[in-house]
C-alpha cells in the first residue's frame, strides 16, 4: 500500500463542453436542478477552456458525455463535437445520445456513427426520483420499457457501450436490464447517486444496489460527479465512495471523470483531481492507476497511454 498520491497519465473519463445556445435547459429561465443554483454555467464552456482546466489538472486525455441537446438534434451535437476534435484533437471519445424509446433509434446512432469514429457509446438519462428537482426520466418504470430494450440489443453490432445513470431505488430494474444484454458494458454515471450518505435508509438502499450490480461483470463504475447533491467539493464523501466501489468492483472497473463544468459550480479541476487522488491514495499503484487511466483506456477504446 501507499499514501503517496498518484503520478500518472490521466484519463477524464466524464466532461461536457457545449454552447449554450444548443441547449434549451441551459439557455432558458433557471429552474431547480438536481445540482442546484447554475448560473455560473449558463454560458458556452468551449473546449479551449476545457483543455486549459484539464492540462492544468494533469490530464492528457478526455471522453466527452453528451449534455442533453435536444432529441432532434443529437446529430448535429455529433458532428459539432467531431469539428472539435478535428481542430483540437479533443476529446478523444464520445459518448453521444439518441431517444431510445423510439423506433427510430438505430438510425439515428448509425447516423452518428458514420459521421465519427469517436463515437464509443450512448446515454439517456433514465434517473427517477420521488424529488421532481432530481428527476430526468418521465416515470419510475421506463427501464422496463420494450423499445428501449430493443435499441440496446443493437448496441453490440454497433460497437458501443451505454451509459446508465440511476437512482438507488431503481437498481433493481437497472440490474434486470444488465442481465438481459450480456454482451453490452454498463457504465454506471456518478458512482449510482448516493443523495445523502448520512441518512442510513438511503445509504443501506444504495449498498444493496450496488451489490447487484457488482455481480454483474458487464458494469463498470464512474467515480464522477459527487458534488451533485451536496454542491461543493467533499472530500470525506470522495473517499467513502472510492473505497465502496473499489471494494465492491475492483479497480479494474472503476474510472475517474470530472463531470465539469458542472463541478466548476465548487471547485477547480486541479482541486477536483487532487481530491480524488487523495480518495485513492491508500490504494496500491496499479488500483490507482486504474481508477485514473486504464480502466477508461480500456472501456472507451482510447489505446495505452503515449501510444
Request: with cysteine; charged share 25%.
Amino acid at each position: 500500500m501507499t499514501d503517496e498520491l498518484y503520478d500518472g497519465d490521466i484519463v477524464d473519463a466524464h466532461h461536457h463542453v457545449w454552447r449554450q445556445a444548443d441547449m434549451p435547459w441551459l439557455s432558458g429561465p433557471m429552474v431547480p436542478r438536481i445540482f442546484g443554483p447554475y448560473e455560473p454555467i449558463r454560458r458556452d464552456y468551449l473546449v479551449e477552456e476545457y483543455v486549459e482546466d484539464a492540462r492544468s489538472a494533469g490530464i492528457g486525455t478526455s471522453v466527452y458525455v453528451q449534455p442533453n441537446w435536444p432529441l432532434d438534434r443529437v446529430v448535429d451535437e455529433v458532428r459539432w463535437v467531431a469539428e472539435l476534435h478535428g481542430r483540437t484533437g479533443w476529446p478523444m471519445a464520445v459518448v453521444g445520445c439518441a431517444d431510445l424509446f423510439s423506433e427510430d433509434a438505430v438510425e439515428v446512432m448509425r447516423t452518428q456513427q458514420a459521421l465519427s469514429p469517436l463515437v464509443v457509446g450512448t446515454r439517456l438519462q433514465l434517473h427517477w426520483h420521488e424529488r421532481p428537482e432530481f428527476r430526468f426520466a418521465d416515470g419510475p418504470e421506463q427501464m422496463k420499457d420494450p423499445v428501449l430494450d430493443r435499441n440496446l440489443a443493437s448496441l453490440p453490432d454497433l460497437g458501443w457501450l451505454f451509459e446508465l445513470q440511476v437512482f438507488a431505488g431503481q437498481m433493481s430494474d437497472a440490474a434486470a436490464l444488465v442481465r438481459a444484454h450480456p454482451q453490452v458494458t454498463f457504465v454506471l454515471v456518478h458512482a449510482g447517486m448516493l443523495v445523502d450518505r448520512d441518512d442510513a435508509d438511503e445509504l443501506g438502499r444504495w449498498r444493496r444496489g450496488m451489490d447487484g450490480l457488482a455481480a454483474l461483470p458487464n458494469v463498470v463504475v464512474k467515480l464522477t460527479g459527487q458534488g451533485t447533491f451536496v454542491h461543493r467539493l467533499d472530500e470525506d464523501l470522495l473517499r467513502l465512495v472510492a473505497d465502496e466501489v473499489l471494494d465492491r468492483f475492483g479497480s479494474d472497473r472503476a474510472m475517474f471523470g470530472t463531470n465539469f463544468p458542472v463541478e466548476k459550480l465548487w471547485t477547480s479541476m486541479p482541486e477536483l483531481t487532487r481530491a480524488w487522488k487523495r480518495a485513492v491514495s491508500h490504494r496500491t499503484p496499479q488500483e490507482q492507476a486504474d481508477v485514473f487511466s486504464r480502466t477508461a483506456r480500456r472501456t472507451y477504446g482510447l489505446g495505452p497511454a503515449g501510444a
